[in-house]
């Protein structure tokens, strides 16, 4: 057992190892990367990659059958085809076949994207120590929303033993009891329209317990927390998905991505877990992107799941 905990946690170490360290800011980095992708550094050549950081006289290659997709400091977002190259400069120049679709979300996109990136290569295998120790999972767990901003009413997820068991949903607020429901026969409430209204800048908890006098002993979750998304960044970001909605010529796996971004820069950790899904189901093979998703679960307090998803990086 201890040998298999060696193993784990070297592997764990080699994946979140950044691929190229650099002292100069990047000018980009690579969205996606599929078949045969080279780039030409100071005249030697590197394997392309997921999360790539690219800067100026960087020539990126791709063979027979082989795409990448780059985004720039500036906003631009690029797609390279096959058979083409692109070298790398202040604003990027392509010299392919084809010329590549791109579409440009604003110079704040590109340290979004750097971000969400980033949460492949943070805290290592300490992190997996903290959470192969950590203890059972409970009878009943508040699941969703946790840690996390929310857009619009939340819609409340937990795990119970016995579905059936009578509960009571109750949500804070900074003075005490703000909203209670009682729950049967279901893992999921969606906060009702002619509930008090939940106002943006107001830190909310949310907790279940046994009702039943009879259920012994009784069972209460831990709190959750979360906050209201305000309407001026709830704008400010469907704007932003609105401009990524307009790539026509861009891979699933890279609108997957850079949604997941947005979302993680909003704190909307619910919304990037489930976008970082939608981009493994369209690429498994990336163990990046799992990486991604392990340290979203972490965050938002799901350990098991997250243990799951670094358990199938060690099967690859």
């Known amino acids: 057992m201890r040998a298999r905990e060696i193993f784990f946690s070297l592997i764990v170490i080699l994946l979140v190892t950044p691929v190229l360290t650099h002292s100069q800011t990047p000018t980009a980095v690579m969205l996606s990367c599929s078949g045969d992708v080279m780039i030409v550094r100071d005249g030697q050549t ?23 997709e780059i985004h720039f400091d500036g906003g631009n977002w690029v797609r390279i085809g096959s058979n083409s190259s692109m070298q790398v400069k202040g604003q990027p120049q392509a010299k392919p076949e084809e010329p590549p679709a791109g579409v440009s979300m604003g110079t704040k996109s590109f340290q ?40 619009g009413r ?18 804070y607020d900074e003075d005490g009891v ?28 949310w907790t279940l317990e046994t ?36 790539e026509g010529e861009s891979s699933v796996s890279a609108v997957h991505l850079v949604r997941a971004s947005l979302f993680f820069e909003y704190n909307l950790l619910d ?13 498994p093979e990336n163990p990046a992107l799992r990486s991604i998703l392990a340290r979203l679960y972490a965050q938002t307090g799901r350990s098991a799941e997250a243990l799951d998803e670094y358990d199938k990086i060690l099967e690859k």
Request: glycine share 6%; hydrophobic share 35%.
């Open 46 to 68: 590197i394997k392309g990659a997921f999360g790539l950081n690219l800067r100026p006289g960087d020539e990126i290659r791709t063979g027979q059958d082989s795409q990448a």
């Open 112 to 151: 979004t994207v750097q971000n969400f990136i980033k949460l492949k290569n943070s805290e290592g295998s300490s992190s997996l120590v903290r959470l192969r120790s950590g203890e059972k999972h409970p009878e009943l767990r508040a699941e969703s929303p946790r840690h996390t901003m929310v857009r």
């Open 154 to 171: 939340p819609t409340f997820r937990w795990s119970v033993s016995d579905p059936s068991t009578e509960l009571k949903l109750t949500v």
């Open 178 to 205: 703000y909203w209670q429901h009682e729950v049967l026969d279901t893992m999921a409430l969606t906060y009702p329209a002619d509930a008090p209204p939940l106002a943006p800048g107001t830190a909310y908890s």
């Open 211 to 246: 009702t039943d006098p009879l259920k012994f002993p009784p069972l209460r979750s831990q709190a959750a927390f979360f906050e209201i998304l305000s309407t001026e960044d709830d704008e400010e970001l469907q704007n932003a998905l609105g401009e990524i909605a307009r």
């Open 271 to 283: 919304e990037a877990i489930a976008e970082t899904q939608r981009a493994i189901a369209v690429d």
